[in-house]
């Protein structure tokens, strides 16, 4: 029995999966004391929790919703009144000229970006090779393994810059960044996992007339960005053109289990994915639309974003700092990266003499897991840039008990690494 290129190379496995079956093993073996700092799973927020209770309650009280939720499929677009609802709430809010048209759902953001980037990178019609640009590493792990064809993806290394004692911040190196002919897409997360990084609106925009000029797309990931989760710290604008395809989700603004996205795009790219998922999907599911359909019709979607997840988040990145100050060594040269959004602290250890990968094996001995930052660099085959194996993700997303717990334990680790 013999694979298929494409299916072997599918099922061959991939750095995040070889990570997640360690992180699992790591789990069991430790047992219900371990720190998971190391997920993206969202935090479990009582307000939001009372909101699903009540919406599956409406759902199962009437007979024909709960039959047009589990018994009928939707078009492979996404239902057509949630399409509707989404594309009004972003012409009343951020003044999009959009319609349903240039909506589609899928099932998941990973799934939207397995679409997408398969749409516009690899062999041509022409038979020239297209490729995907990441303009600031480092990005989402889980956009690694996405490309049906090697090569796929290009990246840029950062601008580094010190913005206070023990805090540093990426930016886009503009004088680095060339969009040649083999460029068919930019991609960037705001904010970023892992970093936590908000691209600022002044290099959105510069990166808007790049694309613009080359004639190719912007992917903008907004999984914990606007408008829905909102889990932004520092002041971004939305933005909207002809060459931009926006991506949201409903996995951080708290249903992760519904598997549900949606890809905001010109018409042209939007019944491209729709077309994409009837093929490999049929149709989406429609437990996820049920849910949020109403949130999205009557604005609660973005009104809980601002008044419930923000603040929640806010205040577990305020209390996760407050104890890194307190407990990690002054005279240890650390950094944080500035948390500007989403659940994580970005942590750069220069010059250690341990790696991101020696000192995850050793937290999770002590029953901490983190994830080493060498998995969110990607599409730069020099594996000799130190910095990629100096930086761990630490998610705040957890109990405030745990992430002390789990950051006390960071703290002795990363004094016996210098």
Known sequence: MTFSSLGGMLSGGSGI????????????????????LGGGNPA?????????????????????????TLAIYDPPRGNPGVLESLAALLREQFGWPVGPEHIAVTPGGQTAFYFLFNLFGGKRPDGTPGRILFPLMPEYIGYANQALEPGMFAS??????????HRFKYTIDFDRL???????????????????????????VHLEAMASK???????????????????????????????VHVMSLSKFGLPGTR?????????????????????????????????????????????SREVIRPYYLAKRDAALKVVSEVFPDSIPYRLHECEGALFLWLWLENARRTSRELYDRLK????????????????TDDSWRHRHECLRI????????????????????????
């Open 17 to 36: 999966e070889l990570l997640m079956d360690d992180l699992g093993h790591a789990l069991s073996a430790s047992g219900p004391s371990t720190r998971m």
């Open 44 to 68: 479990h927020i009582p307000a939001m929790e009372a909101v699903w209770e009540r919406r599956l309650r409406e759902i199962m009280g009437d007979p024909a919703v709960l039959r047009r």
């Open 156 to 165: 840029v290394r950062p601008d580094i810059t010190h913005t206070a004692p």
């Open 178 to 204: 060339a969009l040649g002919p083999e460029i068919a897409a930019m991609c960037v997360s705001r904010p970023t996992n892992p970093s936590g990084n908000v691209i600022s609106d002044a290099e959105l």
């Open 214 to 244: 080359a004639g190719i797309p912007l992917i903008i990931d907004n999984a914990y960005g606007w408008p829905f989760p909102g889990i932004m710290f520092a002041d971004a604008k939305p933005l909207w053109s002809d060459h931009t």
């Open 260 to 304: 549900t996205a949606f890809v905001i795009a010109p018409p042209k790219i939007a019944a491209a994915v729709s077309s994409m998922m009837a093929v490999t999907g049929l149709a989406n599911g429609n437990f996820g639309q049920a849910i949020a359909g109403p949130l999205i019709a009557n604005g609660d979607i973005t009104r809980l």
């Open 365 to 380: 001995q002590r029953g901490v897991i983190v994830v080493p930052g060498e998995y969110f660099f990607f599409g730069d």
């Open 395 to 418: 998610s705040f997303a957890m109990a405030d008990a745990d992430v002390q717990a789990g950051l006390e334990i960071i703290a002795e680790e990363i004094a016996a690494a210098y």
